[in-house]
């Protein structure tokens, strides 16, 4: 009996001090635990409350990038506009939105917008109006912008009755009075337009059903160029932008039109010589470059003929399906060519009018 009774208290004796070991090693980690949650509190205090991304704001963005060369410029974000002093000859700059929406189909929101710049006298340099398609990237940026003319003092067309639906932007074009300048109350031409985003640019829909240059398939004239495409704010076809680098020359390439193409092509060297004869054999291995490296073999071959037999000239060359004009500038160490064709398919579209409603 006493083994036994001893025994029992032997193991009795063991579970206190179990209990004890358990409940020591609890209360340690509880006050571990307790430090850590102080800690975090501490620091969550100091690093203040945690704020939720703001909600962007495209016409608070354009406001604040309007103004941010001018320390004087005072901004209305209730009004979405900013007006600036501009040394006694004031005027406001203002935004609204037209539509809101995925236009590129990349899952973030892209905007079209209205831009209005207000000045003194109505009439001035700072007196103007465009539309702004705006395609936005990650993180907020701007990843395109394409600006189409609605107003200026001597613009060639008045855009107005503007209004969206469905992806496409309806607008009433009418010939500006100060450009055309009707006599005897000859009343001003006027057309409906119609843009659209597609295919990662705007256009205007009549240009993509009626003007030849709508149909070429590849507008890139250099292999492996930078290519940025937009739309003519002016008649509305699309406007090509091209830059390339080579070890001799920086080369630039806009080309526009709806039947007629007109190409300017710069080529950049590092000379600020006199060397007139060195200027002409640099003039032959930009020609020479162009005719191998361009979709323009054909026009470069026949001005090199061109060249062959005739005196340098910088006058504009008629030739049998294309005009041409080669000149050569000089300034800050560099010498640029600048290359200039024009072809005339439709000898009908002359000026601005006739292009933009594709006669």
């Given at each position: 009996?006493?083994?036994?009774?001893?025994?029992?208290?032997?193991?009795?004796?063991?579970?206190?001090?179990l209990?004890l070991?358990?409940?020591?090693?609890g209360?340690?980690?509880?006050?571990s635990?307790?430090?850590k949650?102080?800690?975090?509190?501490?620091k969550?205090?100091?690093s203040?409350?945690?704020?939720?991304?703001?909600?962007?704001d495209?016409?608070?963005?354009?406001v604040?990038?309007?103004?941010?060369?001018?320390?004087?410029?005072k901004?209305?974000?209730?009004?979405?506009?900013?007006?600036?002093k501009n040394?006694?000859?004031?005027?406001?700059?203002?935004?609204?939105?037209i539509?809101?929406?995925?236009?590129?189909?990349?899952?973030?929101?892209?905007y079209?917008l209205?831009?209005n710049?207000e000045?003194?006298l109505?009439g001035?340099?700072?007196?103007?109006s465009?539309?702004?398609?705006?395609?936005?990237?990650?993180?907020d940026?701007?990843?395109q912008?394409h600006?189409?003319?609605?107003?200026?003092?001597?613009?060639y067309?008045?855009?107005?009755?503007?209004?969206?639906?469905?992806g496409?932007?309806?607008?009433?074009?009418t010939?500006?009075?100060?450009?055309?300048?009707?006599?005897?109350?000859?009343?001003?031409?006027?057309?409906?337009?119609?843009?659209?985003?597609?295919?990662?640019n705007?256009?205007?829909?009549?240009?993509?059903?009626e003007?030849?240059?709508?149909?070429?398939?590849?507008k890139?004239?250099?292999?492996?160029?930078?290519?940025?495409?937009?739309?003519?704010?002016?008649?509305?076809?699309?406007?090509?932008?091209?830059?390339l680098?080579?070890?001799e020359?920086?080369?630039?390439?806009?080309?526009?039109?709806?039947?007629?193409?007109?190409?300017?092509?710069?080529?950049?060297?590092?000379?600020?010589?006199k060397?007139?004869?060195f200027?002409?054999?640099?003039r032959?291995?930009f020609?020479?470059?162009?005719k191998?490296?361009t979709?323009?073999?054909k026009?470069?071959?026949a001005?090199q003929?061109?060249?062959?037999?005739?005196?340098?000239?910088?006058?504009?060359?008629?030739?049998d399906?294309?005009?041409?004009?080669?000149s050569?500038?000089?300034?800050?160490?560099?010498?640029?060519?600048?290359l200039i064709?024009?072809?005339?398919?439709?000898?009908?579209q002359?000026?601005?009018?006739?292009?933009t409603?594709?006669?």
């Amino acid at each position: 009996m006493e083994l036994k009774l001893f025994q029992k208290l032997q193991l009795i004796s063991s579970f206190l001090l179990l209990g004890l070991f358990v409940f020591s090693c609890g209360e340690s980690v509880q006050k571990s635990l307790s430090k850590k949650k102080q800690k975090e509190f501490v620091k969550a205090e100091k690093s203040g409350p945690v704020r939720e991304k703001e909600t962007f704001d495209i016409l608070k963005f354009l406001v604040d990038e309007e103004a941010k060369d001018d320390r004087k410029a005072k901004i209305d974000y209730k009004n979405q506009s900013v007006s600036f002093k501009n040394d006694g000859d004031p005027y406001e700059v203002s935004y609204s939105k037209i539509a809101a929406e995925d236009l590129n189909h990349d899952g973030l929101t892209d905007y079209i917008l209205t831009r209005n710049s207000e000045g003194m006298l109505g009439g001035n340099a700072n007196t103007n109006s465009e539309i702004l398609y705006l395609i936005m990237g990650p993180d907020d940026r701007i990843a395109q912008r394409h600006e189409i003319l609605t107003y200026a003092a001597f613009s060639y067309n008045i855009l107005e009755v503007i209004s969206y639906k469905k992806g496409k932007l309806q607008v009433e074009a009418t010939q500006n009075y100060r450009t055309y300048m009707p006599e005897d109350d000859e009343p001003l031409d006027a057309t409906d337009l119609n843009f659209i985003y597609k295919n990662g640019n705007v256009y205007e829909e009549s240009y993509l059903e009626e003007c030849e240059l709508a149909k070429w398939k590849n507008k890139q004239l250099f292999r492996g160029s930078e290519v940025t495409r937009t739309i003519d704010m002016h008649n509305y076809t699309e406007s090509v932008h091209e830059k390339l680098s080579t070890q001799e020359f920086t080369f630039s390439a806009d080309f526009s039109g709806c039947d007629n193409l007109n190409l300017v092509l710069e080529a950049t060297f590092a000379y600020k010589g006199k060397n007139q004869e060195f200027i002409w054999q640099k003039r032959d291995r930009f020609l020479e470059y162009l005719k191998n490296n361009t979709s323009l073999t054909k026009e470069i071959s026949a001005i090199q003929s061109y060249f062959t037999d005739k005196d340098p000239s910088e006058e504009a060359i008629d030739l049998d399906d294309f005009t041409f004009r080669l000149s050569s500038n000089q300034e800050k160490g560099k010498t640029t060519f600048r290359l200039i064709i024009d072809q005339t398919k439709n000898p009908d579209q002359t000026e601005n009018w006739e292009i933009t409603t594709r006669h």
